[in-house]
């Protein structure tokens, strides 16, 4: 049996998409995988803001229409790059054990994010992270910034910025844990919904390569995930508005938090429930709620309006 497998061609996607791969294969060594890079439009697009860019799924679309052309048989993508509403005739198969939910900091001086100058420059993609770093850091400077991870990795080392923010389980997947300066709190920089997830995704009438994917399957994971998307979904949230959601999961057990914060960068709102791993979707309107009592709708119509400008 050989199974075709897509994924996007940046150094980390393929890098996360092989330890899968080779994960798998221990498990089915009799299915032969034969990995296909596929270009996405968040690919060829890579100089605008994610968020400036009206177009949902910019890094699954193309692998979307690839598994519906039956050009592939699953594909291995960043969970929290896939719309929170499904493509018609494609499924999550399997959610697998997630990486780290942290942030981390990679600072040219190798100051971590309190001992920075004032004025010091942060490069980063995400209305989250511009939020997170101005609600600690007033004086800071925060600019966008595109590009594979290892590209902004090489601009934050030729000095283009004095840090830079990405995502901890990036790093780990391509082994360049030793560059980080500071491993952020998830109080003080609670991730994107499924931050450090993969999502498995085949065609939804493929039922036996969905059988054969559910090896890999972590039902906690999997609830962890729900919760947070669940919370996004509810609040019409996206990289245009500042969410912030972790969801911690033990045995059955299951609890959300959820963050937004304000344009000016003073204040957040929070909430938070918990309930079991079966509950996973209403947790997440719980949460959801609650935030929205808080004035969330009013806080993302600002972030929705100034976006274009930053």
Known sequence: MILTVGTRGSKLALAQTEKFV???KMLCPNVEFKIRTIKT???????????TIDTQGIFEKEIDQALIREEVDFAVSSLKDVPTVETEGIVIATVPKRAST???????????????????????????????????????????????????????????????????????????????????SLEDFPPAPAQGALAIVTRKNDTK???????????????????ERSLMLQLGG??????GAIGRACENYLSLQGFMYTLD????????AESTLSESEEIGKKVAKKLIAQGAKQIEKEWRKKYDNW
């Open 22 to 24: 080779q994960e798998l």
């Open 238 to 243: 996206g990289c245009r508005v500042p969410i």
């Open 102 to 184: 942290h942030d981390v900091l990679i600072s040219k001086d190798n100051l971590p994010l309190k001992a920075l100058p004032k004025g010091a420059i942060i490069g980063t993609g995400s209305l989250r992270r511009l939020a997170q770093v101005k609600f600690l850091r007033q004086d800071l400077e925060v600019v966008p910034i595109r590009g594979n991870l290892d590209t902004r990795i090489e601009k934050a080392k030729n000095g283009d910025f004095d840090g830079i923010i990405v995502a901890e389980a990036g790093l780990q997947r391509m082994g360049l844990e030793s560059l980080i300066t500071e491993r952020f």
């Open 265 to 272: 960068g003073k204040n957040r709102i929070s909430a938070s």
């Open 41 to 51: 439009l968040g690919d060829r697009e890579n100089t605008q803001p994610l968020f």
């Open 209 to 227: 390569t969905q059988q054969l994917l559910q090896i890999m399957e972590h039902p906690q994971t999997r609830a962890e995930v729900t919760a």
